[in-house]
């Protein structure tokens, strides 16, 4: 049936699944703002963002749904711009952050929740 190699190798996809290899840079980040830096290729609802960095962006905040918007890091060139819903911010969470979610074999994993450093609370991507 299953292996120990097999059901190891698949705890340490699904992991890899669900969290985002991101790291922060001060120089863009307000509370409002962030840069992101992606170690692999991500992906937003109808884009695809390659491995480098991003500057993640509330654009305006109105009633239940939020619009983000998201630059390319080293052009400044808009990559993504939609609505998101609020959502709570996980409570040892003090940085910015994204959660990723599933994706098949040799797919960017999609980014469903990013939260600003701010504490305010997280914004889920609407698929």
Known sequence: MFNTKTIVAS??????ALTAVVSESGAAHRGDAARLTFQR???????????????????EASGT???????????NRPEYMGFTHRVPRPAKLKRSAVTLGEAPRNAPAPIKVWYPADGSGGRQFIY
């Open 11 to 16: 705890a340490v996809a699904f992991g890899l």
């Open 65 to 75: 749904l939020d619009i983000v918007r998201v630059r390319n890091g080293a052009t």
């Open 41 to 59: 290729t991500v992906a937003l609802p109808g884009v695809t963002l390659a491995p480098g960095s991003y500057v993640f962006e509330i654009v």
